[in-house]
């Protein structure tokens, strides 16, 4: 995990929590998820596993937000929270993880969102 996005989970936490991007590097597939704590949720799903994971973004949010996510990333759900990685959830997760958490206010606008338009899923992956 890059220093930023350490930073963005240790930001999270003081705030209540945030919504994370955990790739499982095997499998190929990336998990959104809530938690008051983004760290200690990424450890929890080292416990007893041969997966090797990597949190690959935080954003600021609540369940609120991650239904939003998971909606707006329905085309690639694979099961549950788990998606398969396609271009466009990676892009996000690249764009979220180089900018994360700017400024905790900067993102407000997630809870306010009304009308999220699902993104289809890739065709080219």
Do not use: C
């Not at 929890?44 to 939003?68: H, M, N």
Request: overall charge positive; aromatic content about 12%.
């Amino acid at each position: 995990m890059s220093e930023a996005v350490r930073e963005a989970a240790i930001a999270a936490a003081r705030l209540g929590g945030g919504v994370y991007f955990v790739r499982a590097l095997k499998a190929k597939r990336i998990k959104i998820g809530f938690a008051a704590s983004p760290l200690a949720r990424m450890l929890s799903l080292f416990t007893g596993s041969p997966e090797t994971y990597q949190l690959a973004a935080v954003i600021p949010g609540d369940r609120k937000i991650e239904a939003y996510m998971h909606d707006w990333f329905k085309g690639s759900r694979a099961k549950g929270e788990w998606f398969d990685e396609s271009s466009i959830l990676l892009d996000f997760i690249s764009s979220a993880s180089s900018n994360p958490m700017l400024d905790f206010k900067e993102w407000r606008w997630l809870r306010d969102m009304e009308n999220v338009v699902p993104i289809e899923r890739d065709k080219n992956n």
